[in-house]
């Protein structure tokens, strides 16, 4: 159990790039989430997949972002034509779905966007 | 939908000394109530949670919380204070079927030798 990693650890792009983040996920784990989290907020949820299937998207996920775990292993989050106002940590979290309650969830360290 | 509220961004408790976190809910339906402890540079881990069942929950590192329907409250405590408490706390609720966590804003505490 090597937890959950997550890449790059932080980014730094211009205004209007794409960027992508990896996430790897626990290996036994059949669920993972992705959060973002800015300065002085807890996390807020944007999205979660069973698998390969991204089950839940919230509207923080405008059309410029795209998730997608294939193969149900590790995910990845794009972000197109970035703006200033998608600075932020991005969350990767996972965890074994066993019929309770979603919430136990194990997090990566984070991805930090920077966008200037 | 749900929310929580934790109020107070940053806590300082002497070492030694109690630690108390507050966090109101608020939901329509049972709520499951988490705390999860963010140490620098790591990801946020689960300290406790509450689902069904007692009230009272302990967790890790001599962290409890007890759910009180009556105040809408989860808050967390530690009797003693130890320097590698320092820290920010979250505070989380979710309900049955939902696979969203609402995260408080949460607290940044500071221990004082």
């Known amino acids: 159990d090597t937890g959950v990693s997550q890449d790059p650890r932080h980014k730094i792009t211009k205004r209007g790039q794409n960027v992508t983040f990896r996430c790897d996920p626990i290996s036994e784990h059949n669920r993972l989430y992705w959060y973002r989290q800015t300065l002085g907020q807890g996390p807020e949820f944007l999205t979660y997949?069973?698998?390969?299937?991204?089950?839940?998207k919230s509207r923080l996920l405008s059309d410029r972002f795209s998730a997608e775990r294939p193969k149900g292993s590790f995910s990845t989050l794009e972000i197109q034509r970035t703006e200033q106002g998608d600075s932020a940590m991005y969350l990767c979290a996972s965890s074994l779905n066993q019929g309770g309650p979603a919430g136990e969830l194990f997090f990566g360290e984070g991805s930090r966007l920077t966008v200037l | 939908a749900q929310s929580v509220t934790q109020l107070g961004s940053h806590v300082s408790v002497s070492e030694g000394a109690l630690v108390l976190l507050r966090c109101n809910y608020s939901s329509s339906v049972p709520p499951y109530l988490f705390w999860y402890v963010q140490y620098p540079n790591q990801g946020l881990q689960l300290l406790l949670k509450?689902?069904?069942?007692?009230?009272l929950v302990k967790g890790i590192n001599g962290f409890e919380a007890e759910f009180k329907k009556s105040e809408t409250s989860f808050h967390l405590t530690k009797p003693s204070a130890h320097m590698s408490d320092a820290a920010e706390y979250f505070c989380a609720v979710t309900i049955y079927g939902n696979n969203r966590l609402a995260f408080g804003k949460g607290n940044q505490v500071v221990v004082i030798p």
């Open positions: 997949f069973q698998n390969e299937a991204q089950l839940e």
């Open positions: 509450y689902t069904t069942g007692a009230t």
